[in-house]
């Protein structure tokens, strides 16, 4: 928790073989949707963990965030479990989580950190051994407030195709809805001559599958990377930017394809900027670098090849994940303990999003609803309950 290493490489030598989760029995709460990212460190912390037995608890948008927290309590203490992990934010009622700080290791991983961290995370910390996020500013501002913390890279075990035809000029895979400056950079770039596709839920494309997504990467002359992400959910009216490391990044450079990206602070911690890839700082910038990396073809893919060699060496699945067993085992002895904890209006409000109407009339869960959310919203969704009987 004390150290600050320059970059993954020098906090990997320092990595001791040890492993945490050998033997133990671990509880995890994920959601029942699949998600590449967090299933891919998941089956990683099982695969080099090798732990005992593990147990999980699935949730989606229809679940009881109560009976949710009651089955983390009872399971963890019915099974004896070793090791509970949270992937992905959720409403878990704050009395089960300190109950069980004494009995268990507790561990949040959350891809949405530098979006949520003001409204949920900082909060939802205070009841963790150990956060791991994919934002290295994030790491330092709960580093601030005396939560422990880690950065994660985003592996993957995906064969690739080798048919390579560099078929597109320069392409985006991702959402551009209510996503920061993502529409403005695109646009820039389609008033000049430079051609683009986009590809996305949001675009003309719809969504695409996992398998065309790194088709794509891999035959762009250039692929586009965004780091801002979105706004403050509590402060509509102030836009604050923010920007966070995107598991894109890996997966293009992953795929071997030539990456131009948005700056933010974790890249250089897991890449060296103008070797493997390519950092702009603005929109000027963005076409001058895809203008200069078209006309140069082999400075492209000596970027391209240094950056895959990287993480081919780094960041490959069964390379990475011993080594984030042990990044997570080193971590053991920091336990936080607390006696009370801060449960504020901007978490409130939050959480308000895990409230399921269906069971808004059930007494037990309209407590505790009253209790740890906003008071106003939920008589309204009683009274609306009750006028449509």
């Known amino acids: 928790m004390k150290k600050n290493y320059k970059n993954y490489e020098s906090e990997l030598r320092s990595l001791k073989k040890i492993n945490f989760f050998n033997n133990k029995k671990i509880l995890i709460l994920k959601k029942k949707k699949i998600s590449f990212y967090y299933d891919n460190l998941i089956s990683g912390i099982i695969d080099f963990g090798k732990p005992k037995k593990t147990f999980y608890i699935h949730y989606d948008s229809s679940s009881n965030y109560l009976e949710i927290s009651k089955k983390i309590d009872n399971i963890i203490f019915k099974e004896n479990i070793g090791i509970f992990i949270c992937a992905s934010y959720y409403f878990i009622i704050p009395t089960i989580l300190k109950k069980i700080q004494d009995r268990v290791y507790r561990i949040r991983i959350d891809g949405d950190d530098a979006f949520h961290f003001h409204n949920y995370s900082k909060w939802y910390a205070q009841f963790f051994d150990l956060n791991i996020t994919n934002c290295l500013s994030i790491k330092k501002q709960f580093k601030k407030l005396g939560s422990n913390s880690i950065v994660y890279a985003s592996p993957f075990k995906k064969k690739l195709k080798k048919n390579i035809n560099r078929k597109y000029t320069v392409t985006f895979v991702g959402l551009l809805k209510n996503k920061l400056n993502r529409l403005d950079f695109i646009n820039s770039i389609k008033k000049t001559d430079i051609n683009i596709d986009i590809f996305g839920a949001d675009s003309p494309s719809g969504y695409i599958s996992q398998n065309k997504v790194f088709e794509i990467y891999q035959n762009s002359m250039i692929n586009l990377n965004f780091t801002?992400?979105?706004?403050?959910?509590n402060q509509p009216?102030?836009?604050?930017?923010?920007?966070?490391?995107?598991?894109?990044?890996?997966?293009?450079?992953?795929?071997?394809?030539?990456?131009?990206?948005?700056?933010?602070?974790?890249?250089?911690?897991?890449?060296?900027?103008e070797k493997d890839l390519v950092i702009f700082k603005n929109k000027s910038d963005l076409i001058k670098k895809i203008k200069y990396y078209l006309a140069n073809p082999n400075k492209r893919k000596q970027i391209a090849m240094n950056g895959h060699k990287k993480f081919l060496r780094l960041y490959e699945y069964n390379k990475y994940m011993p080594n984030f067993v042990y990044q997570i085992s080193q971590q053991k002895e920091y336990k936080k303990i607390i006696d009370y904890y801060i449960w504020p209006n901007e978490l409130r409000k939050f959480l308000i999003r895990f409230i399921n109407k269906r069971f808004i009339i059930y007494p037990n869960y309209f407590y505790y609803s009253f209790k740890l959310t906003k008071k106003s919203f939920l008589f309204d969704r009683l009274i609306n309950y009750y006028k449509k009987l």
């Open 228 to 233: 801002g992400i979105s706004y403050e959910d």
């Open 237 to 273: 009216n102030k836009y604050f930017k923010k920007t966070t490391m995107t598991g894109r990044i890996f997966e293009i450079i992953g795929s071997g394809g030539f990456l131009i990206s948005e700056n933010d602070d974790s890249i250089k911690y897991f890449f060296e900027p």
